[in-house]
């Protein structure tokens, strides 16, 4: 239980090493994974592929892109089999992924990964939820590939991206502790219509990396993406697993949202950038908090009824009795050690 001093403190474990073996996470310890691999057949992973089974390097130069795609995925597997291992019963895990389009030898085509992972996952004896389209919106509505104007060798432009949602053993059963938890964990009742759409459209993340002595582009998912799986599918002091860490999103969106976290990242260079990342976002945070806050009231205010329930910590009206107990916290401090990034959090705008 909860008391006193420790009652809101998270901490966040970043570490250096492959997620193909998790030896320092126990079975059932984590209770949601949110996270994007490398993307199998998009050029700038193939160095990453390459360097986990040579074989891949040799498929790509003899141009055989069928061989090249299935050992890409070989590599990935024993990470989805490690995420069932250390997921909780009922536990989630949400994967990023985008397909690909590429042509190595003779003929363009695309390589999906999302179908690719949806069946492992099933081998795996993951049940799958409904998923959801990420579209991301671009700045360069004109372009195309293949033959221009004339038919029929043109192509559609891939412009969005799958979140497959995964669930391990059926519905998550929560004890007394968790039950209050969870009612704290509840979203506003205007989040749950957009959040649980089956389509996001969702600005890209910057990625440029080009300060952090490390690849040139991130392939980092935007924070708003992270915060909103996170708190869709976890509640409060749960541990929210990232196994391929990136620039360190999902660990920012857990301390976000009073979650701990695990991340595993096998770039060192990329790794200090994240723990930094995750150490100096504190004032982002705030704002991103009093932001979703200040929408929640102005959403309040601009009803046409009056609202018949009333949140016990915030005091503004809400549209539900399941959103009366729920509360965002602000972070208050943040403290680094060699064994993780501790974070307290407090109900008083900083
Ligand atoms: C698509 S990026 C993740 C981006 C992340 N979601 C973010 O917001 O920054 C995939 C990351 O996985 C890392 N990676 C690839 N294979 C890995 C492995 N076997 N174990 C741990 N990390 C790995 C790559 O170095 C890369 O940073």
Same mark, same amino acid.
């Given at each position: 239980?909860?008391?006193?001093?420790?009652?809101?403190?998270?901490?966040?474990?970043?570490?250096?090493?492959?997620?193909?073996?998790?030896?320092?996470?126990?079975?059932?310890?984590?209770?949601?994974?949110?996270?994007?691999?490398?993307?199998?057949?998009?050029?700038?992973?193939?160095?990453? !592929?390459?360097?986990?089974?040579?074989?891949?390097?040799?498929?790509?130069?003899?141009?055989?892109?069928?061989?090249? =795609?299935? $050992?890409?995925?070989?590599? *990935? $597997? %024993?990470?989805?089999?490690?995420?069932?291992? +250390?997921?909780? %019963?009922?536990?989630?895990?949400?994967?990023?992924?985008?397909?690909?389009?590429?042509?190595?030898?003779?003929? !363009? @085509?695309?390589?999906?990964?999302?179908?690719?992972?949806?069946?492992?996952?099933? &081998?795996?004896?993951?049940?799958?939820?409904?998923?959801?389209?990420?579209?991301? %919106?671009?700045?360069?509505?004109?372009? =195309?590939?293949?033959?221009?104007?004339?038919?029929?060798?043109?192509?559609?432009?891939?412009?969005?991206?799958?979140?497959?949602? =995964? @669930?391990?053993?059926?519905? &998550?059963?929560?004890?007394?502790?968790?039950?209050? $938890? @969870?009612?704290?964990?509840?979203?506003?009742?205007?989040?749950?219509?957009?959040? !649980?759409?089956?389509?996001?459209?969702?600005?890209?993340?910057?990625?440029? $990396?080009?300060?952090?002595?490390?690849?040139?582009?991130?392939?980092?998912?935007?924070?708003?993406?992270?915060?909103? *799986?996170?708190?869709? =599918?976890?509640?409060?002091?749960?541990?929210?697993?990232?196994? !391929?860490?990136?620039?360190?999103?999902?660990?920012?969106?857990?301390?976000?949202?009073?979650?701990?976290?695990?991340? *595993?990242?096998?770039?060192?260079?990329?790794?200090?950038?994240? @723990?930094?990342?995750?150490?100096?976002?504190?004032?982002?945070?705030?704002?991103?908090?009093?932001?979703?806050?200040?929408?929640?009231?102005?959403?309040?205010?601009?009803?046409?009824?009056?609202?018949?329930?009333?949140?016990?910590?915030?005091?503004?009206?809400?549209?539900?009795?399941?959103?009366?107990?729920? +509360? +965002?916290?602000?972070?208050?401090?943040?403290?680094?050690?060699?064994?993780?990034?501790?974070?307290?959090?407090?109900?008083? %705008?900083?």
């Amino acid at each position: 239980m909860l008391s006193g001093m420790e009652e809101y403190r998270t901490k966040h474990h970043l570490k250096k090493q492959s997620s193909q073996e998790m030896p320092d996470i126990p079975d059932g310890s984590v209770n949601l994974v949110v996270t994007s691999p490398p993307y199998p057949m998009i050029e700038m992973w193939d160095h990453v !592929f390459a360097s986990l089974d040579p074989k891949i390097g040799k498929a790509l130069a003899q141009k055989d892109g069928e061989l090249a =795609f299935d $050992l890409m995925h070989k590599t *990935l $597997l %024993p990470v989805w089999q490690e995420i069932y291992r +250390v997921l909780s %019963p009922g536990g989630i895990a949400c994967i990023n992924i985008g397909d690909a389009t590429r042509k190595l030898s003779d003929d !363009f @085509r695309l390589y999906n990964s999302h179908s690719r992972i949806s069946q492992d996952f099933a &081998r795996i004896g993951f049940q799958q939820l409904p998923g959801i389209i990420w579209q991301k %919106p671009t700045n360069s509505p004109n372009k =195309f590939m293949g033959s221009g104007m004339l038919p029929s060798n043109a192509y559609v432009t891939l412009e969005h991206e799958h979140i497959l949602i =995964f @669930r391990k053993s059926g519905k &998550r059963v929560f004890s007394n502790r968790e039950n209050h $938890l @969870r009612r704290e964990s509840a979203f506003f009742w205007e989040e749950r219509n957009r959040w !649980f759409s089956d389509q996001w459209a969702i600005k890209g993340e910057g990625q440029s $990396l080009k300060a952090s002595g490390t690849r040139e582009r991130s392939g980092a998912f935007p924070f708003e993406l992270a915060y909103r *799986l996170v708190n869709m =599918f976890s509640i409060k002091y749960d541990t929210v697993l990232d196994p !391929f860490l990136g620039t360190g999103t999902t660990c920012l969106a857990a301390l976000a949202s009073e979650r701990h976290s695990i991340g *595993l990242e096998i770039d060192a260079a990329l790794m200090n950038y994240a @723990r930094k990342r995750i150490t100096t976002s504190v004032d982002l945070i705030n704002s991103f908090i009093a932001n979703r806050l200040a929408s929640h009231e102005k959403f309040v205010n601009n009803g046409l009824k009056e609202l018949k329930y009333r949140n016990l910590h915030h005091g503004f009206p809400v549209m539900t009795k399941q959103e009366v107990d729920l +509360v +965002v916290r602000y972070v208050s401090g943040v403290s680094a050690s060699d064994i993780g990034v501790k974070v307290t959090y407090s109900v008083d %705008p900083p």
